[in-house]
């Protein structure tokens, strides 16, 4: 168990729709990063917060937004769903590498999205 | 150009051999690499990390990097069926605080 907890684990929907990705980071840990994993694309960098701020962004689709509240958890909108939405969506977290010096990250289960 | 590159094609070996998976990756400045595994419906997990050029060793696991050719490699001696699982490259682009990861390959150990 990484202590990184995602809902909801599986979603089915339809095109058009918005759905929203909760995540809750391992206690302590600051950043909360988004990634996308598809067959074809792999594991894509969505975005990452720390402490509450965007922190990086990767290849975040404009119909897509995310934020991280004051108790640290967060949560990925997506809005306006098309077919090719449909992926597993992983919340990671970790301590701030640029005082820990190291790559970990510690990722939930992820969520998985169907979008009919 | 993508920061790292991994052939995603499945492997299956009988149990007892040698699994040897690559990855190579764009810019020579990079200096994190790491090798996270993915057994099915979980998420990845470290399973090694090493700073600039060398060897790391960690029970069964050995993981290499060749900065001369920008090549990282993971071994797995006498493979189990427990280490069927996606294994997946990924760099840590310097200035940035992400991890960039490779398609990820898939390994089969046949008992």
């Known amino acids: 168990d990484s202590g990184v907890t995602q809902t909801p684990k599986h979603l089915i929907t339809a095109t058009g729709q918005r759905v929203t990705l909760r995540c809750s980071p391992r206690?302590?840990?600051?950043?909360v990063y988004w990634y996308q994993q598809s067959l074809d694309q792999g594991l894509q960098f969505l975005i990452q917060?720390?402490?509450?701020?965007?922190?990086a962004k990767g290849n975040i689709l404009e119909r897509f937004s995310a934020q991280q509240f004051p108790d640290l958890h967060s949560e990925l909108n997506l809005s306006s769903l098309e077919l090719g939405d449909s992926a597993l969506y992983f919340c990671?977290?970790?301590?701030?590498?640029?005082?820990?010096?190291?790559?970990?990250?510690?990722f939930g289960e992820g969520s998985r999205l169907t979008v009919l | 150009q993508k920061e790292v590159e991994q052939d995603p094609g499945p492997l299956s070996v009988p149990e007892g051999a040698i699994v040897s998976l690559n990855c190579t990756y764009s810019?020579?400045?990079?200096?994190?690499f790491m090798w996270y595994r993915q057994y099915s419906r979980k998420g990845p997990e470290l399973l090694m990390y090493?700073?600039?050029?060398g060897n790391k060793e960690d029970g069964r696991f050995t993981a290499q990097v060749d900065k001369s050719s920008k090549y990282i490699s993971l071994f797995i001696r006498d493979s189990q069926p427990s280490d069927s699982a996606t294994y997946l490259c990924?760099?840590?682009?310097?200035?940035?605080?992400?991890?960039?990861f490779g398609k990820g390959n898939q390994v089969v150990v046949i008992p």
């Open positions: 090493t700073y600039s050029s």
């Open positions: 917060y720390y402490n509450g701020e965007e922190r």
């Open positions: 990924a760099v840590w682009p310097n200035g940035n605080n992400r991890l960039a």
């Open positions: 990671a977290s970790s301590v701030d590498w640029a005082e820990a010096g190291t790559g970990e990250l510690f």
């Open positions: 206690s302590g840990d600051l950043s």
């Open positions: 810019n020579s400045a990079f200096q994190y």
